[in-house]
């Protein structure tokens, strides 16, 4: 693909993606406050999700302006930074988890 100048649409189209990353930025900030002040683990775990979730989206948006995503990091070298006692436990779900999925299919 050659290189060319920016146009306006482009521009602008640069300029929409910043606003969606800031956007994303404001709510990941909002999420992990909210998961510290969080009480009970299904609270935790629902926002969570919603956190991976906006992390997710916002490593796709970063991709389409051209930039490196967040983190490349695997699944499994979280967890293996996780106590030992962790590590095991989210193994463990994981392996309901597949059991179930594999059961409904």
């Known amino acids: 693909m050659c290189a060319q100048a920016p146009t306006e649409n482009s521009q602008a189209k640069l300029d929409s993606l910043d606003k969606l990353i800031a956007v994303e930025w404001d709510m990941i900030n909002e999420l992990k406050e909210l ?3 969080a009480r009970y683990t299904r609270d ?3 926002i969570s999700n919603s956190l991976a979730y906006h992390v997710n989206c916002l490593n796709r948006l970063l991709i389409q302006k051209g930039e490196t995503p967040l983190n490349e990091e695997t699944l ?3 967890i293996t930074r996780l106590p030992k006692k962790a590590q095991r436990r989210v193994l463990r779900e994981f392996r309901i988890w597949k059991r179930k999925l594999s059961s409904a299919s």
């Open 76 to 78: 499994g070298t979280l």
């Open 44 to 46: 935790k775990i629902r």
């Open 35 to 37: 998961l510290r002040e």
